[in-house]
T-cell receptor, first 112, second 118 residues
Framework: GNSVTQMEGPVTLSEEAFLTINCTYT??????LFWYVQYPGEGLQLLLK?????DKGSNKGFEATYRKETTSFHLEKGSVQVSDSAVYFC???????????FGQGTRLTINP | GAVVSQHPSRVICKSGTSVKIECRSL??????MFWYRQFPKQSLMLMAT?????????EQGVEKDKFLINHASLTLSTLTVTSAHPEDSSFYIC??????????????FGNGTRLTVT
């Protein structure tokens, strides 16, 4: 079945550092890929998405590129801020499927 | 933009009682809603897919008699935890699918309900 694997956290960085959170997936066909962010005590918010190979999703300085050859969708940001502290989830929706499959989440803490 | 409202945000109940959680799509009609459960520091586990006007589809291992789902209208789905026990304490999150979204992905999540069973 479809699955998503994220790098284990927690991740702690200093403000303005470069961020990478790795995400790889297993799926048949051409899934859509997503990154969601969860701030403390809240639900999930869509951060960015990509629906086909080589697409790059971007939002709020975050980027991720859909790499079919490596089955990856790594999240990057060039200069993180304290307000980026949250839990980040990589997710996929299989081709023709309704539901999302989530990775285990990566907790990110940014220190000033 | 589209908003999904979940209520209550927190609830504390005694063991053996039932608790109802509501999920509403505020400015769109959602034929499909999803209920997730999240344990502390863990990922979201899909519990069931709720389809308006029909029975919910439960994921393997989820007790349908314990977690009752009703999707009676295009804007409301409810999850009732029956005869709650301390092990049911968790964070429950709903998600609604916006039919107008270009790829029909369930982009809209509620803010979750923290259930504590004492």
């Amino acid at each position: 079945g479809n699955s998503v694997t994220q790098m284990e956290g927690p991740v702690t960085l200093s403000e303005e550092a470069f961020l990478t959170i790795n995400c790889t997936y297993t799926a048949t066909g051409y899934p859509s890929l997503f990154w969601y962010v969860q701030y403390p005590g809240e639900g999930l918010q869509l951060l960015l998405k990509a629906t086909k190979a080589d697409d790059k999703g971007s939002n709020k300085g975050f980027e991720a590129t859909y790499r079919k050859e490596t089955t990856s969708f790594h999240l990057e940001k060039g200069s993180v801020q304290v307000s980026d502290s949250a839990v980040y989830f990589c997710a996929l929706r299989g081709q023709g499927a309704q539901k999302l499959v989530f990775g285990q989440g990566t907790r990110l803490t940014i220190n000033p | 933009g589209a908003v999904v409202s979940q209520h209550p945000s927190r609830v504390i109940c005694k063991s053996g009682t039932s608790v109802k959680i509501e999920c509403r799509s505020l400015d769109f009609q959602a034929t499909t809603m999803f209920w997730y459960r999240q344990f502390p520091k863990q990922s979201l586990m899909l519990m069931a897919t709720s389809n308006e006007g029909s029975k919910a589809t439960y994921e393997q291992g989820v007790e349908k008699d314990k977690f009752l789902i009703n999707h009676a209208s295009l804007t409301l789905s409810t999850l009732t935890v029956t005869s709650a026990h301390p092990e049911d304490s968790s964070f429950y999150i709903c998600s609604a699918e916006h039919p107008g979204t270009e790829d029909y992905s369930p982009l809209h999540f509620g803010n979750g309900t923290r259930l504590t069973v004492t």
